[in-house]
């Protein structure tokens, strides 16, 4: 309990900057086979930052859920983006995840004198300056607060999307490659929802044809 208390993320990547208007950026939905990928983007106010702001990971739903809110109303900006499937099976689930996190960063208003993105790859045409951070949101509280709006968001999308889409339980895997999903795939087939350029989705194409 110890570590994991000393391995919470905090303010101190954003303090360093001596700016005021950091904002942190992540993304969710990197690895499922079905629906788009979600970035966030959000620049705490130092004075009102919600307590129990963690990666996204290490919470459950309905505290992921209940923090949404919170850093929404307390938060100096936020904006949410995706990238749609057929962005990723163009471009590549990397580059569309960068993608994502550039159109967040363009949404927010006000806009932030720098980013502090999460992982080792930066966007690019970025309009301000940006540094990147392996494992950011378990180290900056910027980047767990837009971790769990990106998770958030896109868990909603996968649950609308499950309700015109039955029997693939989206709206409990959120298009992860669980078992329940990949035989629902073998059953029911591809849809128009599902990225095409991931394997397990092209090798049941390819046996259609």
């Not at 106010?45 to 919170?70: V, Y």
Request: net charge neutral; glycine share 6%; charged share 20%.
């Amino acid at each position: 309990m110890v570590q994991d208390a000393m391995s919470r993320p905090d303010f101190t990547h954003e303090a360093a900057t001596g700016l005021t208007l950091i904002a942190g950026v992540d993304e969710a939905g990197r690895g499922p086979l079905a629906g788009p990928v979600t970035a966030a983007a959000v620049i705490l106010h130092p004075e009102r930052i919600p307590p129990g702001i963690n990666d996204s990971k290490r919470l459950s739903a309905a505290a992921r859920d209940r923090l949404a809110e919170a850093i929404k109303d307390q938060a100096l900006a936020w904006a949410i983006a995706e990238a749609s499937v057929d962005e990723i099976d163009t471009i590549n689930i990397l580059q569309a995840s960068l993608l994502a996190m550039r159109r967040a960063l363009a949404a927010m208003t006000p806009a932030p004198q720098m980013a502090l993105i999460d992982g080792n790859r930066m966007p690019q045409g970025l309009a301000v300056p940006a540094l990147t951070l392996v494992k950011g949101d378990a180290k900056s509280l910027s980047i767990a607060a837009a971790s769990i709006l990106a998770k958030v968001q896109r868990d909603r999308v996968m649950c609308e999307l499950s309700l015109a889409n039955p029997g693939y339980g989206w709206e409990n895997n959120a298009g992860y490659p669980t078992p329940e999903h990949l035989s629902a795939l073998q059953r029911l087939g591809v849809t128009p929802h599902h990225r095409r350029s991931f394997a397990p989705v092209r090798n049941i194409l390819c046996e259609e044809r």
